[in-house]
């Protein structure tokens, strides 16, 4: 299962869940109305068992109060992951922390983020959470969070950490997050009917209580607030009963996705030990990985281990079994060698490892690379394996260390990026622009011309992660800074005109403003190539001339995975009529298209830009800004030629 098929199957999950959803609330419909007639039964009402009319009524009133508890919920969560880890009691990590725990865990995010190719996320720790856990969460790879314990950060070590957010990443990757706020959404409106019964009980009890005390209540009076109280306890028995079936909903959704992101993290990183030593340390501990925070329960299908027990854990855990998912994925750690083990191991590997490899061809790969061929750079959209997760941390350990620490404060993130607009330019200008001084502060003025020089004298191919890197610091900018900086940012784009100021343009559009201004995706336009005649033009166009001292033959090149499908008006245009304005104007429609046509358009792409078997470093920014702008994002670690 690819990007594209993972991405498609997490929304007929969707369908699946409101299945459920309605399935539950049919239910809790009928036992509200059960328990309604027979409190009107009680008072004398001498109609039948069923009437249209009451019925209507109640499930009106039902629905309402189902739907007042989902929306409130979610729209609690609307901000996406900040949200849900704040819920939990969450502290947002520092990016220019100086905790050496800390600091390890930003390293192996950014590590697998860059190694990835989806944004760096926020990161949290639940500091009040002494067990092992952690959890992904968010609407969009854009608003994603990831969080772990204080328990996780003292008691892993980095090969265990490094597989946990692993599988969390395998979350953000299959579009698993979405679909989890949507059931916390429908957890909470189940669990309101619960509420009703107790308010309702509680109200009786004391105003009912004083009353009868007070004016000696006739027996008829009391036999009514009885009665009522009993609809009350009806009330709590039918929101208990609703929330069984929630959480047997959570089992149904969630249980599956555990094992394929065990066995997702277990490929990204080739060392089961790593996420195997972390289960058994859960596995060892007496309250597991037990979440004390009140929202353990509707948000347990989020977590890494069960966060939330019961009698009824058998029936509808969210989690399988912590000894089943180690027997799976590293045997050597398990309590159990039975038979029934080794079943599971063989088909754990039948199922999940032996077919995620993607094999290689036999035509010559990229840079001299045999193996690396359209096909495989096509297969690491949205995925991450060991070799990419190794380069990326070559990566970061080759960059410097001040201008790392750069990326993580905000007030020298908004310079770097300056100075990387500044130094990135294929002008033969060094000097910094008049304006620009004139419009920062002096003390910013000052760090642009200091990380400038510092970039001046290292490698071009440190630029586009040094920016990823810092979007989490310029993310806690006010709305009003945002605004100032958005607007120096975009003419001094303008200025430069060059495919990494438009590259720049590109991923703070789809990874910062989307998180200022909360804009939603696109609505789904295009369902097929036909209709993106002159927008796959441009853009095959554009990538040609940039790709190859041949444009015709990158052009030829590009055609051959859509031959098939491709629009009868395509052409091969004019280098100035595919200019950098065009192809902003054709990316932002080719990313209205559905999935299936998005990696047609991700196939093209990518054998335009190899035809000459290499892949520059502007070739590297170009195609990094266009798949993360359209919605699959190719992972620099997967072009490997730096020329």
């Avoid at 009806?234 to 394929?260: C, K, P």
Wanted: glycine share 8%.
């Amino acid at each position: 299962m690819d990007f594209f098929e993972a991405q498609d199957r997490a929304k007929r999950n969707t369908g699946k869940l409101v299945f459920l959803y309605l399935l539950a609330v049919t239910g809790i419909v009928f036992s509200v109305y059960l328990a309604v007639t027979l409190l009107f039964y009680s008072q004398g009402f001498s109609g039948g068992v069923w009437n249209p009319g009451l019925f209507l009524i109640v499930s009106a009133v039902v629905l309402l109060v189902i739907s007042i508890g989902t929306l409130f919920r979610i729209a609690q969560l609307r901000k996406g992951g900040s949200a849900v880890a704040e819920m939990l009691g969450g502290r947002k990590l520092e990016p220019s922390t100086t905790n050496p725990a800390e600091k390890q865990l930003r390293n192996v995010v950014e590590e697998m983020s860059i190694a990835s190719g989806i944004p760096v996320p926020d990161v949290y720790i639940l500091d009040n959470e002494e067990n092992i856990n952690a959890f992904a969460a968010g609407l969009t790879t854009q608003d994603a969070a990831v969080g772990v314990t204080r328990g996780t950060l003292d008691q892993l070590d980095r090969d265990e950490l490094q597989g946990v957010i692993a599988h969390e990443f395998s979350h953000i990757f299959n579009g698993d997050m979405r679909l989890n706020i949507r059931l916390i959404g429908i957890l909470n409106g189940i669990l309101l009917i619960h509420i009703m019964g107790m308010v309702l009980i509680r109200g009786m009890f004391y105003s009912g209580g004083v009353r009868v005390k007070s004016n000696r209540d006739n027996n008829g009076g009391g036999k009514s607030k009885l009665i009522i109280m009993l609809f009350g306890l009806a009330l709590i028995v039918i929101g208990y009963i609703g929330m069984i079936f929630g959480r047997m909903i959570q089992s149904a959704i969630s249980r599956q996705r555990e094992y394929l992101a065990d066995a997702a993290a277990v490929q990204y990183t080739r060392n089961p030990d790593g996420l195997a030593g972390a289960l058994k340390k859960i596995s060892e501990s007496a309250d597991g990985a037990k979440i004390q925070d009140g929202h353990s329960m509707e948000m347990s299908h989020l977590f890494f281990a069960s966060s939330f027990h019961s009698f009824f854990d058998k029936l509808y855990s969210t989690h399988p079994p912590i000894d089943k998912r180690i027997q799976a994925i590293s045997p050597s750690l398990s309590s159990d060698d039975s038979n029934k083990a080794k079943r599971i191991r063989k088909k754990f590997e039948q199922d999940h490892v032996s077919g995620s490899n993607v094999s290689g061809t036999s035509e010559r790969g990229i840079g001299g690379h045999e193996a690396l061929t359209p096909e495989v750079i096509l297969a690491t959209i949205g995925t991450l394996n060991s070799d990419n997760v190794s380069q990326a941390g070559k990566l970061l350990g080759e960059i410097p260390e001040k201008l790392v620490k750069a990326a993580h404060e905000p007030f020298s993130a908004e310079a770097l990026v300056y100075a990387l607009l500044l130094t990135a330019e294929e002008s033969e200008k060094t000097s910094t622009p008049a304006w620009l001084h004139e419009s920062l502060e002096n003390s910013l003025s000052e760090e642009v011309e200091k990380l400038t020089s510092e970039l001046q004298a290292g490698n071009r191919k440190w630029c586009l992660p040094l920016a990823e890197l810092s979007f989490p610091a310029l993310r806690q900018m006010s709305e009003g800074q945002y605004k100032s900086f958005r607007g120096t940012l975009k003419k001094l784009a303008e200025e430069g005109d060059s495919i990494f100021s438009f590259a720049i343009e590109k991923l703070i559009q789809r990874q910062l403003d989307t998180a200022f201004a909360k804009s939603k995706d696109p609505k789904i336009r295009h369902h097929h190539l036909k209709t993106l005649g002159e927008e796959i033009s441009v853009l095959l166009s554009a990538l040609s001339y940039i790709s190859d001292e041949d444009p015709e033959s990158a052009w030829q090149n590009g055609l051959k995975p859509i031959e098939k499908v491709m629009p009868d008006n395509i052409r091969f245009l004019p280098k100035d009529e595919c200019g950098l304005g065009r192809l902003n104007t054709a990316i932002d429609e080719i990313a209205t298209s559905a999935n299936p046509v998005k990696k047609y358009v991700a196939s093209a792409m990518i054998h335009c830009v190899v035809a000459d078997k290499k892949i520059t470093v502007r070739e590297k920014e170009m195609l990094r800004a266009i798949t993360v702008s359209i919605g699959f994002p190719i992972p620099l670690g997967a072009m490997m030629d730096d020329r």
